[in-house]
Each structure stands twice: as C-alpha cells, then as structure tokens.
C-alpha cells in the first residue's frame, strides 16, 4: 500500500501496489471508481497475500473497508505469507530482517537504487514494484525452506494467524481494567 503518511489511522491511501511473477499493477487509489471492488480482492481466500511487514497493509485495508462499507469483519481474508516473519524463524540468531539485509543474505544482491527513498511526490510504484518482485523471490526461497525445517506449522498456525488478530488491537484498542 502506498500512503501519503506513516500514521495508518489519518493517512490517505495514494494507491496499491501488486506484483506477481509475470507482471506488476498499479492502483491508484485518487482515480479508481470502484475502491469496493479492489477491496474485495483482499477477501479471496484462495489467493495468498505475500509481503513484508504485513501488518500495517492489514490494518490499511481495514480501514478502507470500513470507509467503502465493504464487509469489515476479517477484511483480509487471504492466505498470508509474511516473510519478514518467515524471516525471524528461519534466521532465528540474527536480528536483520529489513528487506535489504534479507535480500542481502538469502539472495546475494543489494536492493536497486532508488530503494528506501522517497522523491519529493510520495512514494513511487515502481521502486515499490522492484522491491515486492524481490519479496517474491524470497516468498519461493522461505516456502520451501519452512516446510523443510518443519516450521510450517508454526508459521501458518500462529504466525500468520496472529497478523489480523494483532491489526485488529492495534485499530480498535485494548480495554485494561
């Protein structure tokens, strides 16, 4: 998700960012008639929704579905693939799970220029585009990997379970006596 801020509750969404193996699309949000109808992607449940740090895009989406009154409960309803997360268990003994430390490790390369900044318009599709085919060629190297090491359970159990559960709390708050 691409937003004009870091703040999830106030920012505006600029637009979506996808990527699969043979292409990359973007949304702009500002220019899209049907918002509803992209949202309802996010509720395919035979789709698997691979990132890194999915949360805050979970949360985005919540939001969104709520302003486009768009069925709220669980608005993501996608397989989740974190690999930021599938990172942590993985590579348990080393705490750099940043995009670039990962694709400097698993995959030998450094991210292209352009990566981690912002021009003075906003955050731009393509520089977010390369960075989400890298986390796809992560996502093929962790799947194998976790199932391999017979993490899998726990990643897709817990792990990925957790993700809207914690979304969730973060957007609505925790009550405490």
């Given amino acids: 998700e691409m937003l004009d801020s870091k703040d999830i509750l106030t920012a505006e969404m600029l637009g979506l960012v996808f990527v699969t193996k043979e292409k990359s699309y973007y ?3 500002k220019k899209i008639e049907s918002k509803a109808a992209v949202l309802k ?7 698997i929704l ?3 740090d999915l949360k805050p895009l979970v949360k985005t989406i919540a939001v969104e579905t709520r302003q486009c009154l768009v069925s709220t409960t669980a608005a993501v309803k996608n397989k989740l693939f974190d ?6 268990i993985i590579n348990s ?3 750099a799970h940043d995009l670039r430390a990962m694709n400097l490790r698993e995959l030998g390369e450094d991210l292209p220029a352009g990566s981690e900044q912002e021009s003075l318009f906003g955050p731009d599709p393509k520089v977010i585009a390369n960075e989400l085919a890298i986390v ?3 996502y093929e ?5 976790l199932s391999k090491a017979k993490d899998r359970k726990l990643f897709d159990e817990m792990e990925m379970r957790l993700i809207p559960v914690l979304a969730d ?3 609505a708050g925790v009550a405490v006596d």
């Fill in 27 to 29: 949304v702009d949000w």
């Fill in 41 to 47: 992607l996010f509720e395919d449940e035979s789709k």
């Fill in 50 to 52: 691979v990132g890194h």
């Fill in 83 to 88: 690999v930021m997360i599938a990172s942590y």
């Fill in 93 to 95: 003994s080393t705490r």
């Fill in 136 to 138: 796809l060629r992560l």
């Fill in 141 to 145: 190297k962790y799947d194998a990997e």
């Fill in 169 to 171: 709390m973060e957007l």
